[in-house]
């Protein structure tokens, strides 16, 4: 783990136009972006476009990273941003059959990434960023927060409302067979 200070001193190398330094930013938090679009956006271009959307608005402006936050926590509130952009100028081109055609597993295993995308599919795009934040990545609430940009309380909120959906929902499915 990266210090604070450690963090700080990356981001003025940045501003100051240091490649290597950008270049170190991206080979640490470029994996964890990625999956964490892959998983929101179920499309690994899709996914790549918004890693370096996101790196490229921190090449662009550095220093508004203030430091109030984990740089994670920071690159993380950019890339939610960015798939959310996506996501809507996306919505403006692809209809919603072809948007239910894209899938991807995320998993090695095809029925478990399968269950666990349809699962998380079926929330809220709201419910599943918290989701995907709190138990992929394992941010605390307080993180996401900072990272979605919404109250605490808010957070609080999702999470317990979409564990009660994925309850109900994966008790449907195996009432079905379908698990």
């Known amino acids: 783990m990266v210090s604070e200070l450690a963090e700080r ?103 478990r990434a399968t269950i666990a995308g349809e699962a998380l599919a079926a929330l809220p795009p709201q419910m599943q960023s918290v989701l995907i934040l709190v138990f992929h990545y394992g941010f605390g609430y307080h993180e996401v927060s900072q990272i979605l940009g919404i109250p605490l309380g808010t957070v609080k909120s999702r999470v317990f409302h979409a564990r009660q959906r994925l309850k109900t929902w994966l008790e449907t499915e195996e009432d079905e067979g379908s698990v």
């Open 9 to 111: 001193k990356l981001m003025q190398r940045i501003a100051a136009g240091d490649q290597r330094a950008f270049r170190a930013l991206y080979e640490q938090f470029a994996t964890p972006l990625y999956r964490y679009a892959l998983l929101r956006l179920r499309s690994p271009t899709a996914a790549e476009e918004v890693v370096q959307e996101t790196l490229l608005a921190v090449w662009r402006n550095p220093t508004a990273f203030n430091g109030q936050s984990r740089l994670i926590t920071y690159l993380f509130g950019i890339c939610h941003h960015k798939t959310v952009d996506y996501i809507r100028r996306e919505a403006k081109y692809q209809s919603l059959e072809q948007a239910e055609q894209t899938t991807l597993a995320v998993t090695p295993d095809p029925i």
